[in-house]
């Protein structure tokens, strides 16, 4: 059974930063890309952020310049570096991986279950 949790979500001021992480564990064989959504009240899930197998990245133009995105494919994990919050970044994120549980598994997409961060004064 694959698993993706997520942590380190929060309640931060505008200006603020936060770290978030998504740990993958599990029966897995490899992961290719790994990615960041979030998905505000009332709004569709978004696409945040994505990482590649080597590490090529790619932002919504809303984020680019404030958030990083990184993996650490020892551990099996994606962070997203977020800078420079507003009330705008409001939402739950959640993580995605793109992974083969054995080695002739397709390569399929999991979810976490999201974690909250608001941005408020």
């Known amino acids: 059974q694959v698993q993706l949790v997520e942590s380190g979500g929060a309640l931060v001021q505008p200006g603020g930063s936060l770290r978030l992480s998504c740990a993958v564990s599990?029966?897995?064989?490899?992961?290719?890309?790994m990615a960041w959504y979030r998905q505000a009240p009332g709004k569709q899930r978004e696409l945040v952020a994505r990482?590649?197998?080597?590490?090529?990245?790619s932002y919504s133009a809303s984020v680019k310049g404030r958030f990083t995105i990184s993996r650490d494919n020892a551990k099996n994990t994606v962070y997203l570096q977020m800078n420079s919050l507003n009330p705008e970044d409001t939402a739950v994120y959640y993580c995605?991986?793109?992974?083969?549980?054995?080695?002739?598994?397709?390569?399929?997409?999991?979810w976490g279950q999201g974690t909250q961060v608001t941005v408020s004064s």
């Open positions: 995605n991986a793109v992974l083969a549980r054995y080695e002739t598994d397709m390569q399929l997409p999991y």
């Open positions: 599990g029966s897995i064989f490899s992961i290719n890309a």
């Open positions: 990482i590649t197998g080597v590490r090529t990245t």
